[in-house]
């Protein structure tokens, strides 16, 4: 990603661009294959490069290209956002958590290499992720520093005990267990939403100033997909296959996992993404045609098949 | 610890109280027992509270005072490397790495709750340690904002994959194999090296600026006291038992785990200690008296036993 994507370029045209910039991203912010120690290296490259939709990093860059975030801020928060995210799979798919094999269409870390190196990638994934957050930008503007730090806490938050780690706590304690709507959505806004929160906000603190009115919008906006975006998962989970999915289809039923099919039925769950969708481009409303990139990402998570 | 301790307090003192204040700072930076999900948080707390010799924080102290670092940011930075260092126990008491029973004289995680919760306290603790390192330190002083981003950076790589997570894969990487003594020694910069150095730096780069020779001497200081720090772990290893340590003692020669005794012997390696704290003194010259706390420090790690 050298240069900030015109307005005029198509929503299909842009995803694919930062898609492909991730990877590059990626592959720049992460060590070398040939550092010692050189497996561990091999096995973190494994599970982060060429792989999934970068749902997270596409919020990123949508806001930031809201806010006028500076690029090498805002490739700095896609990549450590996009760690975070990968370290947890890693983790989650390990046999004392979830379990599963199969993970973007390949074998999990666990399984590929074993389950040492497993626990050592995530660990080691999420130290990366800070560290690049946390490093110089090279963008010559010293009022980037406080925002850093600012950013650098509200990852910190949403990827802890309060927020993706805590929601995964919950769920873990939820296997057999009877939920209430307001309990499984209470558990997903931390396991799913923080970190989908997270990744609006950081694409947003990045650049200018936010107004009180603005940061509450932005929080509605990512509130509604990061619960779309879980609905949607359960939705899919329960009607699509393994090869689409590129994970183990049907695992939530398989596990007695409570979710909102099993608990709404799946045309309730249908309608409950679309209003979610629709509060999602509610909230963007203050913001004009600038926030197009940002409502059309609603529409992605909503509408996906994987 | 409200107050910057008089230099004119004894080591023990000093030692005592920059303890007993830990207990009341990590407390403070824990989230609560009572908060959502509380069984994770107990569990973070039962890990972080009430254990240890809480040496890294005591390196933090001891060189936040000799380069003036404002207490809240000595806090803050004490608590951060403190938690990453527990987190690192917790994951590496799993079954899947070291699968040890005791620790700091308690059952480990895994065994009190169980292997996932023990996975998700140690992911919630490092997020945690970013978390608390990235907060509002109150001190009104604005140049502490880009020292507290050079001091994230810093504990990050640290504790990454080229830091302690990459000497820990190198470590496992080594069971059962024979290794030279520099190979065991790159193994040990990383491990408990690496950030036993941040603890050291993390206290010095919240203060006044540091010359380029500030900076060696410390780095000499922090590398000696570093590889002293695990001879002597490897010294108690082999010659106390599992009451006196509070972890399971001769667990290196049953893992058939190279060490610096299984190279050296017993005596050539309690003469590498003491070479070693002979070096790290030297390297405290440049700062006389004011570094005199350092220097005790490095006597405690040689002549500790547990």
């Not at 959505?185 to 603190?205: I, N, S, Y």
């Not at 939530?252 to 608990?263: E, F, G, L, Q, R």
Request: glycine share 8%.
């Amino acid at each position: 990603m050298t240069a900030r994507l015109a307005a005029s370029v198509s929503f299909l045209d842009w995803m694919q661009q930062v898609q492909t910039g991730m990877e590059a991203v990626l592959d720049r912010f992460l060590p070398s294959p040939a550092v010692v120690p050189a497996r561990l290296h091999q096995a973190m490259r494994y599970t982060a490069l060429d792989g999934g939709k970068r749902v997270r990093p596409l919020l990123v860059f949508a806001a930031g290209e809201l806010f006028d975030t500076p690029l090498p801020l805002l490739e700095r928060a896609a990549a450590a956002v996009e760690m975070i995210h990968v370290y947890s799979l890693v983790h989650d798919d390990m046999p004392c958590m979830d379990d599963d094999a199969l993970r973007r269409g390949k074998p999990t870390v666990h399984v590929q290499y074993d389950e040492a190196t497993a626990l050592l990638v995530g660990d080691a994934l999420q130290a990366q992720a800070f560290e690049v957050l946390s490093g110089v930008t090279g963008a010559d503007d010293s009022a980037l520093v406080p925002r850093q730090l600012r950013m650098l806490n509200l990852l910190a938050q949403a990827s802890g005990s309060v927020g993706m780690c805590g929601g995964q706590a919950i769920d873990l304690a939820s296997v057999g267990m009877t939920l209430s709507l307001a309990e499984l959505e209470q558990m997903h806004r931390k396991k799913t939403g923080a970190l989908l929160r997270a990744a609006v906000m950081l694409g947003a603190l990045g650049g200018k100033a936010l107004s009180a009115d603005e940061m509450a919008a932005l929080d509605d906006y990512a509130g509604a997909i990061g619960l779309a975006f879980q609905v949607v998962d359960d939705i899919l989970d329960a009607t699509a296959d393994s090869a689409t999915l590129g994970k183990t289809a049907g695992k939530d039923a398989a596990d007695n996992k409570p979710t909102y099919v099993s608990i709404l039925g799946l045309a309730e769950s249908q309608a409950l993404a679309q209003r979610l969708r629709s509060n999602a481009h509610q909230a963007l409303a203050p913001f004009g045609d600038k926030a197009q990139r940002l409502r059309e990402l609603a529409d992605l998570i909503v509408q996906r098949k994987a």
